[in-house]
């Protein structure tokens, strides 16, 4: 913690509903309020846009699909059973002498491409 990140390391970035926001290094913190954000995204996306072409459909209400962007990948990368990123968390959490490096080897062993 509190390491510079390389500009030149890959990253994702996770929308926050409320506006973007762009630090220098991102807390676990920050990470926690990205993830409750998607998911509530993703309910309010649910609701609105499937849910609603759902009912006019079965009422045989003419319906135009609404394209969204779907952050479905995002929350299962982060925390699909088994291998989600908060889930190997909790693991490494539970395993003794882990470290940020034995975290970060788990996610790259299980996520990583090439």
Known sequence: ???????????????????????????????CINF???????????????AEEELHVKEGVPWKEVEFQDNAP??????KPPNGILRLLDSQCKTPNATEATFCKEINTTHGKG
Do not use: H, M
């Not at 510079?4 to 990470?31: C, H, T, Y």
């Open 36 to 50: 409750a954000n998607e998911k509530l995204q993703q309910f309010f996306l649910l609701q609105v846009f499937k």
């Open 74 to 79: 995002c929350i299962d990368l982060l925390e």
């Open 1 to 31: 913690a509190g390491a510079r990140r390389d500009p030149s390391a890959p990253f994702f970035g996770v929308l926050d509903i409320f506006g973007f926001e762009n630090f220098k290094l991102n807390s676990f913190e920050q990470l």
